[in-house]
């Protein structure tokens, strides 16, 4: 059963970026990290989602705790990607991957209310 990055036993490595040293929080970067690892994908399908994550979410919101991306965060990281030459197709999965982490962290794992 996959658990929340906060419980998971690699919480506490030192190479896992999920929660931040100093506040605690959650950081975007290592929570999707986690996210495309626990899911029962095809190895093509991981390929893409690791790929996605790695070009075009975690660049510009990695960093960020899971909190803090709001609908404005996510308006600007969208035309972000199109201005630096993000195919809008490619813009379009890249924002369907998000959407769908950002849906586990508040469904699943009730990191966000």
């Given at each position: 059963?996959?658990?929340p990055?906060?419980?998971s036993s690699t919480a506490n490595d030192p190479d896992?970026?999920?929660r931040d040293k100093e506040t605690g929080e959650v950081q975007l970067s290592g929570y999707g990290k986690e996210?495309?690892?626990?899911?029962k994908l095809q190895r093509r399908t991981r390929e893409n989602y690791e790929d996605l994550f790695r070009l075009h979410i975690e660049p510009i919101l990695g960093r960020l705790p899971l909190g803090a991306i709001k609908p404005q965060t996510i308006r600007s990281w969208r035309g972000k990607l199109l201005a630096g030459g993000t195919?809008?197709?490619q813009a379009v999965k890249a924002y369907s991957l998000l959407r769908a982490i950002l849906n586990t962290a508040v469904r699943e794992d009730e990191i966000l209310k």
């Open positions: 059963m996959w658990r990055p906060a419980a896992n970026q999920v996210w495309i690892a626990h899911r195919t809008e197709p």
